[in-house]
């Protein structure tokens, strides 16, 4: 897994490669843990590269998801391959977090 940054003005949007699972997650976890993340307005996940996400990976994006709600941080997810967002679909995650198809439509948000 290789988590890319980039940062405008009050958003960070991760750019997420290879497979998010055990492993992997911790890195995920350590990234969205910095105090600092919590200056942006948005955070915004590109999915594209994403090829698989296990309940590990997953369960880091649930455990930060009230955080940033309570701090007013927008949670975005975009260009979600099929198969991962059927994943989200699967366990319900879809109506708790949101997930757009392309970074315009996050960015607009």
């Given at each position: 897994?290789?988590?890319?940054?980039?940062?405008?003005?009050?958003?960070?949007?991760?750019?997420?490669?290879?497979?998010?699972?055990?492993?992997?997650?911790?890195?995920?976890?350590?990234?969205?843990?910095?105090?600092?993340?919590?200056?942006?307005?948005?955070?915004?996940?590109?999915?594209?590269?994403?090829?698989?996400?296990s309940?590990?990976?997953?369960?880091v994006?649930?455990?930060?998801?009230?955080?940033?709600q309570?701090?007013?941080?927008?949670?975005?997810?975009?260009?979600?391959?099929?198969?991962?967002?059927?994943?989200?679909?699967?366990?319900?995650?879809?109506?708790?977090?949101?997930?757009?198809?392309?970074?315009?439509?996050?960015?607009?948000?």
């Open positions: 897994m290789k988590i890319t940054q980039q940062s405008t003005e009050n958003t960070l949007t991760l750019s997420l490669d290879g497979e998010l699972d055990a492993s992997s997650s911790v890195v995920l976890d350590t990234e969205l843990s910095k105090p600092e993340i919590l200056h942006n307005h948005k955070v915004l996940v590109n999915c594209q590269k994403l090829n698989y996400i309940s590990a990976g997953l369960g994006f649930i455990s930060h998801l009230q955080r940033f309570d701090a007013g941080v927008k949670l975005v997810f975009f260009n979600m391959q099929e198969k991962v967002h059927n994943v989200f679909e699967i366990l319900g995650l879809d109506s708790l977090m949101t997930i757009v198809p392309s970074e315009a439509e996050a960015t607009a948000i």
